[in-house]
Structures are given as C-alpha cells and as structure tokens.
C-alpha cells in the first residue's frame, strides 16, 4: 500500500561519486558521451599515433563514429551472453580496446585482467550503464567516457575521465543544448498543464536536438556541471536497485520474456531492466499505447551482427524497461501489470 505523509526519508551520501571524478588528473563534463568518445579518440591518435581500435560488436553507430571520422581502423569483436568481451590472443599494441560495460553484469575484474597482461595499447570502457557505481572507478583503464544525461534529467551530460591523457573540450552555445533546453520546459508545461500538445511539441524538439548533434567535443553548459555534481548518487543507488528487484520478481515467471540481466551483480547499480522479447516491435508499441516507453537501445550494422551471433541477438529482440530513480515499487509493479496485459492479449 501506498503511503502518504508520513517522514521523509533520508538518503546519506555515503558515495560520493563526484569526488571520485575530481580524483583523475584529467576530469570533464561534456554535452554529451560521444563528445567524450570523439576527444578520446583525437586526444589519442594525436598523443600516441594511434589509428586502430578494436570496438564490441554491441555497439550503436555513435559509439564508433569518432574513431571513423577521424580516420580510425574500426575492428569489431564479438561479446558472449554474460555481455563479457571475447578477444582472442593477438598482439595489440599500437591499438585502442573499447570496452563497455554493459547493465551492470559485464565482469570489470576481467578488463583489468585483460588491462594488467597488454600494457602496451590504450584501453578505453564506456561506463554509461554503471556511471553511479563506485566499483566502476576501481579498474585501471586508461580512459573512461559516459552519458550522465542518460540517467538524470539534465540538458548536456557526458563524461570523461582519465590519468594518462588529457583533452580540450570545444566551449561556447551550439543547436543541441538549445533545443534540450526549449525541449525540458515544454515537458514542464505538459506535466503541469497534461495538454497533448505540449508532449507532441518536447518530444518533436528532443528529436530534432538528437538529429543536430555534430560531433565537435563541446563541454556541457554550467547549468548542467552544477546539476550534476549536486547530484546524490547514494539516492539513485538505492531507488534503482530496489526497483530492479522488484520488477525482475513480477516478469521473471512470464514464459514469453527472457529477462537478459539476471546475474546482475550484487554490487552494481542497474541501468534499466533488459529483456527480450519475439516480435519486439509489435510488443513495443503495444506498451507504449499503455504509457510503458521500452526503447531499443543497440541498433547495429549487417557487418556487426556477422560479428557476433548474441549481438544479432539482442538488436533483433531486446526492449529495455525502465527501474531509474523517478519511480517507486507501486510503479514498478504497474509497469509489470501493463508488460502481462500486452504478453496475454497476443497469446
């Protein structure tokens, strides 16, 4: 049962990731996380003379389009089930590796072993899906990017952070922060006014931020920096795990769903709850008409899915529901009911 003004409950600190970012020699905000994989990708092909780099097979088009403009190598290798990288024995020096860590169950202790035994190339690990959790800042990889904005409400949010290079973010205004920021007060209107127009008229301008996004390595705009590091990840840590736990016990009988994270680590902080599903397309719309937004989050190429059989896999079937901060146990096991009603009206 839901209950209604009792005391506030309280949500002490006790992981400060922010202070942990302001640890690297090397720590900037940015507008957004490919920005930070495009000044990665520059600042290390112009330090080191590096031109290839080795990319997992799960990855969307803005994850490596970087490396291509600048004239990168792109080498994609294939991830097993666990989402863990599968790198066969070679020589790698003079190369780039890119790992990502994928909703919290990719094995960060094999990266560093894979770190610890080829010291001779750079290693870079996209921590988009684990930016809040304070054992993703124990690995030794040379460099780690992320989308913050991807897990709060804020206008720019990328990340970089590093202890072996440096970069030099682009300042000043640009199309994409425009557009978000006309984009979150529309959204504001049509949460306090519910107009349907206004949720046609934000979604239309976060769309069209997306499409003017360019890749000039911009930093994010002040309003988000101070957004961001205000921000109390130990608040976030606890809503989303509870949330995950509760929605993973309500979908986990339901014969039609294969829930892909399940062997999420004790330790982690969940990015969404992943599951796949046959005739995703069709479920996804389904949802949405119920107000449940499940988006398809790797759309890859012909050549990536030749790569690896899982990621074919999971671009052709997965859906990812949503266990973030904004929501409590009764919402979650509303979103379960909504996801039950879609999986037996097509049975």
């Not at 005391?7 to 900037?28: L, N, V």
């Not at 949010?157 to 920021?181: C, K, W, Y």
């Not at 069709?282 to 890859?300: C, D, H, N, R, T």
């Amino acid at each position: 049962m839901r209950e209604y003004g009792s005391e506030f409950s309280y949500y002490a600190d006790c992981s400060p990731i922010q202070t942990r970012w302001q640890k690297y020699s090397a720590f900037h905000l940015l507008r957004c996380g490919r920005d930070a994989i495009f000044l990665a990708a520059k600042a290390v092909a112009e330090e080191y003379g590096i031109k290839k780099v080795y990319m997992p097979a799960l990855a969307c088009h803005s994850m490596f389009e970087a490396f291509q403009e600048l004239g990168y190598t792109v080498i994609f290798y294939p991830i097993d089930s666990s989402f863990d990288y599968v790198l066969n024995e070679e020589n790698y020096n003079q190369c780039l590796v890119f790992f990502m860590l994928y909703y919290g169950v990719t094995d960060v202790g094999k990266i560093d072993n894979f770190i610890k035994k080829h010291k001779n190339c750079i290693t870079l690990v996209d921590i988009t899906h684990s930016i809040w959790d304070s054992h993703t800042y124990n690995m030794k990889a040379d460099i780690l990017v992320g989308s913050v904005r991807k897990s709060i409400g804020v206008v720019n949010g990328g990340i970089f952070l590093s202890d072996a290079i440096d970069i030099t973010p682009n300042m000043g205004v640009n199309e994409f922060t425009h557009l978000r920021q006309k984009a979150f007060a529309t959204k504001l209107l049509y949460e306090s006014e519910s107009d349907l127009r206004y949720k046609d008229a934000f979604r239309l301008l976060f769309s069209e931020a997306e499409q003017s996004l360019q890749i000039k390595g911009y930093a994010a705009n002040q309003e988000s920096i101070d957004s961001i590091m205000k921000v109390n990840a130990e608040y976030i840590r606890r809503k989303r795990e509870a949330n995950y736990k509760i929605l993973y016990e309500e979908l986990k009988e339901i014969t039609d769903i294969n829930i892909l994270s399940e062997k999420m680590k004790k330790e982690s902080i969940p990015f969404s709850l992943p599951i796949t599903i046959s005739g995703r397309q069709s479920f996804q719309k389904k949802l949405a008409e119920k107000g449940v937004y499940a988006p398809v989050l790797w759309p890859i190429t012909e050549q990536q899915k030749e790569v690896c059989a899982f990621s074919r896999y999971v671009e052709e079937n997965m859906l990812s529901l949503p266990i973030d901060q904004r929501y409590n146990i009764e919402d979650m096991k509303n979103i379960a009911e909504r996801v039950r009603e879609v999986v037996y009206e097509r049975r």
